[in-house]
């Protein structure tokens, strides 16, 4: 169990960290703006998750069926027992519900700092911000979203409208 999160963990991270890389090293080049426009940072650390979750059905033979039952009909969706549910769910592999957390968020955080990145382009931020930006994003996920969003005002959007 704890081979297979660590393999997991490790694949996670070496997986997004080419793209942080590229944005806080050569923000501005061309072949940098090419990858982030792609859909590879979003795909490939979504794939990781979706393998991650087939390596806990196969290691720990879940009857999914049931599960789904009492999460989705027996206590609803968001049912006060859902919290308590799941946590008895991953009681007995704890390292899972911490990496399946983990692998969350670091695809929730490339998505985001996927977007400020392209965002930021467009508003023309000097190439340290875009750095400063992602790197924020990266170890904070929202909290870095938000200071972008308070620093954004003051870099409008380039557009064919506003430009002299």
């Given amino acids: 169990m704890l081979i297979l999160s ?3 963990f490790v694949l996670i991270n070496l ?5 942080y890389l590229l944005i806080m ?7 940098t703006q090419q990858v982030l426009k792609s859909v590879w940072p979003l795909l490939l650390p979504a794939f990781v998750h979706v393998a991650f979750i087939v390596a806990i059905m196969v ?8 599960i789904w039952q009492e ?3 027996e206590h609803g969706m968001f049912g006060a027992t859902t919290v308590e ?3 008895q769910l991953y009681g007995t592999h704890a ?11 670091v695809v929730g ?11 930021a382009l467009s508003r023309h931020l000097p190439s340290w911000m875009i750095s400063v930006v992602a790197l924020l994003i990266g170890f904070t996920g929202p909290l870095g979203v938000l200071l972008y969003f308070g620093i954004r005002p003051f870099f409008p959007q380039k557009t064919a409208l506003n430009q002299p």
């Fill in 59 to 66: 290691y720990s033979h879940p009857n999914i069926i049931g």
């Fill in 15 to 19: 997986v997004v960290s080419p793209f």
């Fill in 71 to 73: 999460l989705y009909i």
């Fill in 109 to 119: 955080d490339m998505f985001m700092t996927r977007w400020a990145y392209l965002d």
């Fill in 25 to 31: 090293v050569a923000p501005r080049r061309v072949a």
């Fill in 6 to 8: 660590t393999v997991f």
């Fill in 85 to 87: 549910f799941l946590s």
């Fill in 95 to 105: 390292e899972f519900a911490v990496l399946h957390g983990w692998v969350h968020i």
